[in-house]
């Protein structure tokens, strides 16, 4: 069932008191829909599409959620128009814009292609939520770094340089947001740039474990446990994979967790370089500051 106006409700034989009972659920002021429908993003975005004027598309954060990308929450529908109009409705947020939109279809809805929506929210997110933005993006094979990059290059909007430094960070395979950010943190102070998604296989040829970040040749690898790991019998299995690896394919781990990342940056990042410099690949000395915009540092690390 589709959303519909008080007036299709109506004409279809629903009185303004049924309309208001617990049989039906108001989406936005001028639209409901049976109350049996799960309230799912895609039913949102028809009704905002449904009340807007011609040419809307759905955009920015919407657009992202649609196309499978991870954002961090923001709870109205976004559109986007090639004119000026006039929409004023409590959970839709209007964006105008002069340059052509990249029109798509998206579960039978007008999106914006995921490059483009990548390059609209530099504008919004933070470098590192953009970068995780484009990870996931690659992840759900909607999209490749090279395009994003590409995209980003070409663009003569606003918030270009944004969106170029996100998209040279963006790679493959990338599991988490977590997983996004740790390697970010690396990154930027200047440590070797980490392999993501590390498979061993076996003799047939087929892959039996996966590590999150690591150096295939010198066999260290970074991973982060995020809460999950903490669950039923999960820290044993990765106690035992760890352990395994250890012993017969001589991998070294460093483990880090919510707290390594989000807390204390500056204390993980000298273990991780502490960790490279005892493999014997070389760390620049003094390590880059350039981290420190981006991250939060506990000033009781400095004490």
């Known amino acids: 069932m589709q959303p519909f106006t008080p007036d299709e409700a109506r004409d279809g034989g629903v009185s303004r ?18 109350a049996r429908i799960p309230d ?5 975005s028809r009704a905002a599409l449904r009340l807007a004027a011609d040419g809307a598309v759905l955009s920015h954060w919407t657009a992202a959620r649609l196309w499978g990308g991870v954002v961090p929450e923001n709870a109205n529908i976004h559109l986007s128009f090639m004119r000026d109009v006039r929409l004023r409705i409590d959970g839709i947020k209007p964006h ?15 999106v914006t292609g995921p490059e483009q929506t990548f390059v609209h929210l530099a504008r919004f997110l933070n470098l590192l939520d953009l970068v995780a933005l484009g990870d996931s993006l690659v992840r759900r094979e909607v999209t490749t770094p090279q395009a994003l990059l590409a995209y980003a290059m070409g663009w003569e909007g606003q918030c270009r340089r944004e969106a170029v430094a996100a998209a040279r960070l963006v790679r493959e395979r990338v599991d988490s947001v977590p997983e996004t950010k740790l390697r970010v943190l690396f990154v930027l102070a ?6 993501v998604d590390i498979r061993i296989h076996d003799a047939d040829g087929m892959v039996v474990f996966r590590l999150d970040l690591g150096y295939r040749r010198a066999k260290l690898a970074f991973e982060y446990d995020g809460r999950w790991h903490d669950e039923g019998d999960q820290p044993a299995k990765d106690e035992e994979r760890r352990q395994y690896l250890q012993r017969e394919e001589g991998w ?52």
């Open 40 to 44: 799912t993003l895609v039913v949102r």
């Open 17 to 34: 008191t049924q309309l208001r009972s617990k049989l039906f659920r108001k989406i936005f002021h001028g639209m409901y829909i049976d």
């Open 96 to 110: 105008r814009f002069r340059h052509r939109l990249h029109i798509v279809r998206r579960h039978g809805l007008p």
């Open 252 to 303: 070294t781990f460093e483990v880090f967790v919510a707290k390594d990342v989000f807390e204390t940056p500056e204390t993980t990042i000298e273990r991780a370089a502490t960790a490279l410099e005892s493999m014997g690949i070389r760390v620049p000395r003094p390590l880059s500051d350039a981290w420190r915009p981006h991250f939060r540092c506990d000033t009781a690390q400095a004490a």
């Open 190 to 195: 200047g440590l070797p740039e980490p392999e």
